[in-house]
């Protein structure tokens, strides 16, 4: 079994992408068993009239160019066409108690998910359960609750548009906002800080952008590993000879060096190219201070009478530069250098290279937004980009690279737990019910009503809900309080067996498969991180009769939970189309029509106001907004404290375990390493390879610890160390969030090693 391989630690000196991404590809075509299938459906993968990839956000190019999927994209698909099935017998066989004792790569490796099943706890296994059972116990529970608001509705962004929109619609007939999401554990310092600074919380940028960009820098994303089809436009623009800028504690292999996959000559000669000009090897958290002192060497050089700032834009769409520019020009570069970590000299060349261009990119995922203040530190990007008046023009604007490939669409079609009262108001018209209108819970919320008691039901439209929170321990206990959970899953994972007294998986039809229905063919919609909707049509047959698509689970849910319902669940089970109107009647400004411009296979983009220099602000402008200091975490005085950044590794996607390999960071058979600065291990008297435990510095009574690591010297700034997501979760406290977001600070945990 691959997990009884000896670890291997060898640096990776190799570009990114090239033979090795190739070869990746291939591998694990052939480890799913699934390569003529496989290969078939990526012959269908992005391309119009076919499906969209399951991996990432990011956009696809004009895809009639060449086939449009990456490394990762690959594995997507492979693991979701996997030849491998989780059927009754394997429940048979294993007792819930057994499978908790395997590893999340094992659970993830024994493939689909076949028919509902539901726990029985006299034998600890799960047991076959016709869906019908299925959704009256769903019913049962949720009609007994004394309050709606006892039961937690979470989604996980593959979920396409249809689905999504009419879960938020039962779960508002039924009574509740409580819509935690995996957003609110991602991008939502996005989708909370951007609305007040610019008037929404999505990102401003498409993909012609990046042809037009006079530079473009990439913060905190590991672009090859987490959004690969964006190394395109990275590789374009560097032979545009453009600088690209990129921010990371951590020197990822793509973003320096780089050989494109679908580049034959560059494959066929062992080519590479360069991919950042200036790579920034910031300290966790120091971004702020990075942001800051470019500012403070734009407002100097103004002051000494250069044209930098873009007075036009400033004086007649922004508020509140004279606040910023104080407070800014208030820090000394002593400070900015020992927050940032990076030299006056750097800080600089980073602040010359965005006065020079005239239209700058800037891109930002997790190392941004994980922050105890994400949404503030997302505000000041806007900052920054607003001083030359980065927004509205070809090739400028900010562009959050979001996770899950329909996580910016959920939100878009309602999964919001605190959603407008003007959104309310349209979804009473089109539907005929009262909405509740007090706002519900996120995903932290959801946690403290579990541990609270108050929770009663919780339903997993996707995702992996427990393993991907904080503080492990914790959430599982507040998990195994309530009385329902279900999971609806293509896999079988760890959310399935940390599980209520009654518990339900619930297996679904998944993106790359086809969704036949009474009437014929449907197709679903997905919107990727640069807001194009466009359809998504699936060319493969679900591993099994009895799956289910997503929106007839929401249809068979909400017929069973609501008798007296005036909705036409039954109707949307069969035509997806009448869901799409329904769509159009509550979105007018942005979905009108969409039936009709949904047939256009290429889709369409979805209005983004500030594209036009529009500022659905309260006071209807652009707002320069401040976030006074240099740190984006509580301070901690301790000199032992090292800041731990739980990252992804180069083979997993979220919780799901592709391998144990880490190829570009050089580890092989191994999730328990934590990345140091070889100077931090000697200043603590450990040995190469030293095996600790690390544990969290709170003081809170509880203790956190993780054992069984192992220290890999890797170029990391000093203070700061790095490790894998989720099996470091377990560190993190749940009452470490950004308070305007509630997004947990998974980039900059307070620990400490002990060794073992
Ligand atoms: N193959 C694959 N693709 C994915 C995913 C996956 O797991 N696998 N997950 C999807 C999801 S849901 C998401 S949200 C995205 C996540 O994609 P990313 O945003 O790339 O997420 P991470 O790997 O968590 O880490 C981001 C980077 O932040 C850096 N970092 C850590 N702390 C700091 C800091 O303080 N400042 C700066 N500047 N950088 C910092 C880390 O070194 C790392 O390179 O990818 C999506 N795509
Ligand atoms: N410490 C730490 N914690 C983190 C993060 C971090 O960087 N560090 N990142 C956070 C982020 S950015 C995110 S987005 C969350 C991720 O949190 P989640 O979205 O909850 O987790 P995933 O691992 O993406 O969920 C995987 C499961 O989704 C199910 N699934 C896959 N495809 C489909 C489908 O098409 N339909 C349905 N119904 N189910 C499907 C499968 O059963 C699979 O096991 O984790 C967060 N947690
Ligand atoms: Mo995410």
Redesign the pocket.
């Known amino acids: 079994m691959a997990e009884k391989k000896i670890p291997l630690y060898k640096p990776y000196d190799q570009p990114a992408g090239g033979w090795g991404a190739a070869a990746a590809t291939a591998k694990v075509l052939l480890e799913q068993s699934v390569v003529t299938k496989g290969s078939r459906a990526l012959l269908a993968m992005n391309q119009h009239g076919g499906f969209k990839c399951p991996?990432?956000?990011f956009p696809d190019a004009d895809c009639t160019k060449k086939l449009e999927f990456c490394e990762?994209g690959v594995?997507?698909l492979a693991f979701e066409a996997t030849k491998f099935r989780v059927d009754r017998e394997f429940f048979a066989t294993h007792s819930v108690s057994k499978l908790m004792e395997q590893s999340d790569y094992w659970l993830e490796m024994q493939g689909r998910l076949t028919e509902p099943m539901r726990y029985d706890a006299q034998s600890d296994h799960y047991v076959p359960c016709s869906w019908n059972d299925a959704f009256e116990l769903i019913g049962k529970h949720l009609r007994e609750l004394s309050s709606p608001h006892h039961a937690e509705f979470y989604t996980s962004?593959r979920t396409p548009n249809e689905a999504a929109f009419l879960y938020s619609i039962f779960v508002r007939e039924f009574g509740t906002n409580n819509f935690p999401d995996?957003s609110n554990m991602?991008?939502e310092p996005t989708s909370r800080g951007l609305p007040p600074s610019i008037g929404i919380g999505k990102g401003t940028v498409v993909l012609e952008d990046f042809e037009h960009a006079d530079a473009i820098f990439v913060?905190?994303?590991?672009?090859g590993?987490?959004?690969?089809r964006m190394m395109t436009n990275l590789v374009e623009a560097r032979r545009r000879g453009i600088p690209i800028v990129a921010?990371?504690?951590?020197p990822?292999r793509a973003l320096i060096k780089f050989t494109e996959p679908q580049d034959f000559l560059q494959m066929a000669t062992f080519g590479s190219m360069a991919i950042s000009s200036e790579f920034v090897h910031?300290?966790?958290?120091?971004?702020l201070a990075l942001i800051k002192g470019m500012m403070k060497v734009i407002f100097e050089r103004q002051a000494m009478g250069e044209k930098i700032l873009d007075e036009a834009f400033i004086a007649e769409h922004t508020v509140g530069i004279d606040a910023i520019r104080e407070e800014v020009m208030s820090h000394d570069w002593k400070d900015l250098v020992r927050v940032s970590g990076i030299s006056e000299a750097q800080i600089r060349k980073c602040a010359e290279i965005y006065i020079q261009s005239r239209a700058t990119v800037i891109c930002y995922?997790?190392?941004?937004t994980?922050?105890q203040e994400g949404s503030r530190l997302v505000q000041q990007i806007a900052n920054l980009l607003f001083l030359k008046g980065n927004f509205g023009r070809p090739g400028a604007g900010i562009s959050p690279?979001?996770?899950?490939s329909n996580?910016q669409g959920d939100r878009t079609v309602g999964i919001d737990e605190k959603p407008s009262q003007a959104y309310l108001d349209r979804v009473r018209d089109a539907f005929g019910f009262e909405p509740p209108r007090e706002h519900g819970h996120h995903t932290l919320e959801t946690i403290e009503a579990m541990m609270a008691g108050t929770a009663k039901v919780f339903i997993g439209m996707g995702g992996n809900f427990v393993r991907a929170v904080p503080d492990t321990e914790r959430s599982y206990d507040a998990m195994r309080k309530l009385d329902l959970t279900v999971g609806i899953a293509t896999k079988l994972n760890r959310g399935h067996l940390v599980h209520g007294r009654e518990a339900l998986i619930l297996p679904v039809v998944s993106r790359s498969e086809r969704i036949i229905t009474a009437l014929g063919e449907q197709f679903v919609t997905i919107e990727d991180s640069m807001s194009n909707v466009s359809p998504s049509r699936g060319v493969l047959n679900a591993p099994s009769e009895h799956c289910m698509p997503e929106v007839e689970i929401v249809c068979q849910m909400a017929m069973a939970t609501l008798p007296d319902s005036n909705t036409p669940w039954e109707s949307y089970i069969d035509n997806y189309d009448l869901i799409r109107d329904k769509i159009a009647q509550v979105y007018p400004e942005i979905y009108s029509n969409f039936s009709e411009r949904i047939q256009d296979i290429r889709g369409f983009h979805l209005d983004v106001p500030p594209r036009r220099r529009v500022w659905n602000t309260p006071n209807g402008k652009a707002n320069f907004l401040l976030l006074p200091g240099l740190e984006v975490n509580d301070v901690v005085d301790d000199p032992t404290m090292l800041r731990l950044?739980?990252?992804?590794s180069?083979d997993?996607?979220?919780t799901?375990i592709y391998s144990n390999n880490d190829r570009y960071r050089g580890v092989y058979n191994d999730r328990m390493v934590l990345f140091m600065n070889a100077e931090d291990r000697i200043a603590r008297g450990l040995d190469p390879q030293a095996k600790v435990a690390l544990e969290t510095i709170s003081d809170d009574g509880i203790k956190r610890r993780v054992d069984g690591l192992t220290i890999l010297d890797y170029p990391m700034p000093r203070g700061?160390v790095?490790g894998y997501?989720p099996e470091l979760n377990p560190l993190l406290p749940l009452e470490y969030y950004d308070k305007i977001s509630g997004t947990p600070a998974?980039?900059?945990i307070p620990v400490r090693t002990i060794a073992l």
């Open positions: 991996s990432c956000a990762n594995k997507a962004g995996c991602c991008h913060i905190g994303q590991n672009t590993t987490n959004s690969p921010v990371n504690p951590m990822e910031i300290k966790i958290g120091g971004d995922g997790m190392g941004i994980q922050h690279i979001r996770g899950h996580v950044a739980t990252v992804r180069h997993q996607f979220n799901t700061a790095a997501y998974a980039k900059s």
